[in-house]
């Protein structure tokens, strides 16, 4: 899907807060996973901690789920 038609990022008028798309992509694997709607006030820590609870679904990217949070490493990439 291309990426502009992903981004469900919206900037709220009312509320003046920002609802983002997040894009997570896990390394070295083709993983990736779409978070919409989240509020520019969430803990990212939270957000990945939901993708990496146990699961059948999840076996591609077990590697990541056995290793405790705070150890791993997060990047982002700006888009132009």
Not at 18 to 31: G, L, P, Y
Not at 43 to 55: A, E, F, R, T, V
């Amino acid at each position: 899907m291309p990426r502009k038609e992903a981004n469900q990022t919206r900037f709220n008028h009312k509320k003046k807060c920002i609802s983002w798309t997040i894009e997570w992509r896990f390394h070295s694997t083709d993983v990736v996973l779409l978070d919409h709607g989240v509020h520019e006030d969430t803990s990212l820590c939270l957000l990945i901690k939901n993708h990496l609870q146990p699961s059948p679904w999840n076996h591609s990217i077990r590697r990541f789920c056995e290793v405790q949070l705070d150890c791993l490493k997060f990047f982002y990439s700006k888009i132009p």
